[in-house]
């Protein structure tokens, strides 16, 4: 039985840093496809190695599963996942954290009152990418090897082989589980897929007064001798499976403070100078009890992924692809909360990818390469970067790589990429045959961002250059795209004229500094975007959806902030 407000619909998620980590409901087994106990990021593409632990309790007078006959009492989802069970007369507390850096889960058990009981876990294995069709049946064993207190599990194909470590027994076995996912619209309104799940054997161990029981499952093999490299496991390091997941989750839970200390640190820093810009007073800002920032600011941590040797951000966990204008958007906000150690990774990794002036729309091939077509990630580069030159006052890193970069990016993008992405004869930048509202004023800004960064850099006469190029193309934006009948702007122009529509994304016009409306046509197109798509969880994605975007409000709220006076 559920407990209240533990439904399958409520999610977690936890990231390990890679753009893996693991994910699931609040109650009952996997609802779709996405969610597993152990998704590893750390190769080209995010893999779902273990769908879940089939649990069994049995004591005096008790043999149930966890998920069907056990009694779910709360479930917390901070710091970490955390069940509290009653089996019988017993009450059991499970936790789930995940390392990071480190593709793998810890799974803790610990005794709260009533008899003691043994618990059995059984991992239910699978090698499959994460945006894969499930497959029905389960994969083949290719190997089981096993001593005291670690079993390794190597399934048929090229996965690295998963290793189990247990404070209990290892029971083998080469059983079959079939996990039908409760989600009916992961599969676009078929009935929900199956999923074949292959069960090595069984982890037992006793969980009662003082004894806990233990279970860390990973695609590295040699796992605890890096959490020991890296002092995560104690001075000197802890000798027993129970003392490492302590010591792991005292690290965490300090990793954690650090980074949301260091967040409101910085945002109210970046606050102060922001209303001190505008001739209000730099008094702090930010309350470091506000609940809302530091679930957005963890929300931050969370997406930051490695991908080799680049550092990049990921919009959707666990496990999602790279996108280039996701990754770049919310780059800023690493900039904001003046992380510019890592914000200036992202950048390095972008302006290392960029081929004729577009930087990659996503990493997406079967190797995780990258792949080009949308000039939409260009143009959020080159906004990132004069956000990041403007508050970190890293002049050489702008001089030297910045800066020669993102003129590259604004020479290639005017005369032309094998793409099809230029600036036409009527100075619209166009992507095919189309020219797009958004894409126009983010170009806009790019104009006006480069001139800025020229004159940083004392190249007085191209900061000209690019300050006419950007007034220009304002006059001709406005009477391309502004829809004075509407309050709004046309959404593109084609070959056949304008293209009518209302998009959260015309916020842009507004929200990006310096706006490229002007006040009186600002706040006329603010009042028409909150009348017609904003809603109390978002915006809506065109008038009348049902499909809404949180995420849209980064655009609306500066937007409307603007043309209200920042009151």
Same mark, same amino acid.
């Given at each position: 039985?559920?407990?209240?407000?533990?439904?399958?619909?409520?999610?977690?998620?936890?990231?390990?840093?890679?753009?893996?980590?693991?994910?699931?409901?609040?109650?009952?087994?996997?609802?779709?496809?996405?969610?597993?106990?152990?998704?590893?990021?750390?190769?080209?593409?995010?893999?779902?190695?273990?769908?879940?632990?089939?649990?069994?309790?049995?004591?005096?007078?008790?043999?149930?599963?966890?998920?069907?006959?056990?009694?779910?009492?709360?479930?917390?989802?901070?710091?970490?996942?955390?069940?509290?069970?009653?089996?019988?007369?017993?009450?059991?507390?499970?936790?789930?954290?995940?390392?990071?850096?480190?593709?793998?889960?810890?799974?803790?058990?610990?005794?709260?009152?009533?008899?003691?009981?043994?618990?059995?876990?059984?991992?239910?294995?699978?090698?499959?990418?994460?945006?894969?069709?499930?497959?029905?049946?389960?994969?083949?064993?290719?190997?089981?090897?096993?001593?005291?207190?670690?079993?390794?599990?190597?399934?048929?194909?090229?996965?690295?082989?998963?290793?189990?470590?247990?404070?209990?027994?290892?029971?083998?076995?080469?059983?079959?589980?079939? =996990?039908?996912?409760? @989600?009916?619209?992961?599969?676009?309104? %078929?009935? *929900?897929? !199956?999923? /074949?799940?292959?069960?090595? #054997? $069984?982890?037992?161990?006793?969980?009662?007064?003082?004894?806990?029981?233990?279970?860390?499952?990973?695609?590295?093999?040699?796992?605890?001798?890096?959490?020991?490299?890296?002092?995560?496991?104690?001075?000197?390091?802890?000798?027993?499976?129970?003392?490492?997941?302590?010591?792991?989750?005292?690290?965490?839970?300090?990793?954690?403070?650090?980074?949301?200390?260091?967040?409101?640190?910085?945002?109210?820093?970046?606050?102060?100078?922001?209303?001190?810009?505008?001739?209000?007073?730099?008094?702090?800002? =930010?309350?470091?009890? @506000?609940?809302?920032?530091?679930?957005? %600011?963890? *929300?931050? !941590?969370? /997406?930051?992924?490695?991908? #080799? $040797?680049?550092?990049?951000?990921?919009?959707?966990?666990?496990?999602?692809?790279?996108?280039?204008?996701?990754?770049?958007?919310?780059?800023?906000?690493?900039?904001?909360?003046?992380?510019?150690?890592?914000?200036?990774?992202?950048?390095?990794?972008?302006?290392?990818?960029?081929?004729?002036?577009?930087?990659?729309?996503?990493?997406?091939?079967?190797?995780?390469?990258?792949?080009?077509?949308?000039?939409?990630?260009?143009?959020?580069?080159?906004?990132?970067?004069?956000?990041?030159?403007?508050?970190?006052?890293?002049?050489?890193?702008?001089?030297?790589?910045?800066?020669?970069?993102?003129?590259?990016?604004?020479?290639?993008?005017?005369?032309?990429?094998?793409?099809?992405?230029?600036?036409?004869?009527?100075?619209?930048?166009?992507?095919?045959?189309?020219?797009?509202?958004?894409?126009?004023?983010?170009?806009?800004?790019?104009?006006?961002?480069?001139?800025?960064?020229?004159?940083?850099?004392?190249?007085?006469?191209?900061?000209?250059?690019?300050?006419?190029?950007?007034?220009?193309?304002?006059?001709?934006?406005?009477?391309?795209?502004?829809?004075?009948?509407?309050?709004?702007?046309?959404?593109?122009?084609?070959?056949?004229?304008?293209?009518?529509?209302?998009?959260?994304?015309?916020?842009?016009?507004?929200?990006?500094?310096?706006?490229?409306?002007?006040?009186?046509?600002?706040?006329?197109?603010?009042?028409?975007?909150?009348?017609?798509?904003?809603?109390?969880?978002?915006?809506?994605?065109?008038?009348?959806?049902?499909?809404?975007?949180?995420?849209?409000?980064?655009?609306?709220?500066?937007?409307?902030?603007?043309?209200?006076?920042?009151?």
């Amino acid at each position: 039985m559920p407990a209240p407000g533990a439904s399958a619909a409520a999610e977690w998620v936890l990231a390990n840093g890679l753009g893996g980590g693991a994910c699931g409901p609040a109650a009952g087994p996997p609802a779709h496809p996405r969610q597993g106990l152990l998704v590893t990021g750390a190769g080209p593409r995010p893999l779902v190695r273990l769908l879940d632990l089939d649990e069994r309790v049995a004591g005096a007078g008790t043999h149930v599963r966890l998920a069907a006959g056990a009694r779910l009492e709360a479930f917390r989802a901070e710091p970490w996942p955390t069940w509290r069970w009653s089996a019988g007369g017993t009450v059991l507390e499970r936790t789930i954290l995940v390392p990071a850096g480190h593709d793998a889960v810890v799974v803790r058990y610990r005794h709260l009152s009533g008899p003691a009981v043994h618990l059995t876990a059984s991992p239910l294995c699978v090698t499959r990418a994460l945006d894969g069709e499930p497959a029905g049946a389960a994969p083949a064993l290719a190997a089981l090897r096993g001593i005291p207190g670690r079993v390794r599990i190597e399934l048929v194909g090229d996965a690295p082989p998963l290793t189990l470590w247990h404070d209990g027994i290892f029971l083998p076995a080469r059983a079959w589980r079939t =996990l039908a996912y409760a @989600d009916p619209s992961a599969s676009g309104g %078929a009935p *929900a897929p !199956r999923e /074949g799940a292959l069960v090595p #054997g $069984h982890a037992e161990g006793l969980v009662g007064p003082g004894r806990a029981f233990h279970l860390v499952l990973a695609a590295e093999e040699g796992l605890f001798k890096a959490l020991a490299a890296e002092r995560r496991l104690g001075e000197p390091p802890e000798r027993t499976l129970a003392g490492c997941v302590a010591a792991l989750e005292r690290g965490e839970v300090e990793r954690r403070e650090r980074w949301r200390r260091a967040a409101v640190q910085g945002a109210d820093v970046t606050a102060r100078q922001a209303a001190t810009a505008h001739g209000g007073a730099a008094q702090a800002r =930010l309350d470091e009890r @506000d609940a809302l920032f530091g679930d957005l %600011a963890l *929300a931050v !941590r969370a /997406g930051l992924a490695r991908r #080799g $040797h680049r550092r990049t951000l990921l919009g959707a966990l666990p496990g999602d692809l790279e996108r280039g204008e996701e990754a770049l958007r919310t780059a800023t906000a690493l900039v904001s909360l003046r992380g510019f150690a890592l914000a200036r990774e992202v950048l390095e990794g972008y302006v290392e990818y960029l081929d004729e002036g577009l930087a990659p729309q996503a990493f997406d091939a079967p190797d995780g390469g990258p792949r080009y077509g949308d000039p939409a990630p260009s143009l959020w580069l080159v906004a990132l970067a004069d956000l990041y030159a403007r508050r970190s006052a890293d002049g050489a890193f702008l001089a030297q790589t910045l800066y020669p970069a993102l003129d590259g990016v604004m020479q290639a993008l005017r005369q032309g990429t094998r793409h099809g992405v230029r600036v036409d004869r009527d100075g619209l930048l166009a992507a095919g045959d189309v020219r797009r509202a958004d894409l126009n004023v983010l170009w806009y800004h790019a104009l006006v961002a480069m001139a800025q960064l020229a004159r940083t850099l004392g190249h007085r006469e191209t900061a000209a250059f690019y300050l006419a190029w950007a007034h220009e193309h304002q006059q001709r934006f406005l009477a391309a795209f502004w829809d004075g009948a509407a309050d709004r702007l046309h959404e593109a122009r084609g070959p056949d004229g304008p293209v009518g529509g209302l998009a959260p994304a015309q916020a842009l016009a507004v929200s990006l500094p310096p706006a490229l409306l002007e006040p009186e046509r600002a706040a006329r197109l603010v009042a028409t975007l909150e009348r017609e798509l904003v809603t109390p969880w978002g915006l809506r994605e065109s008038p009348g959806s049902d499909v809404v975007s949180t995420a849209a409000l980064g655009a609306f709220v500066p937007a409307w902030l603007r043309v209200h006076g920042r009151d």
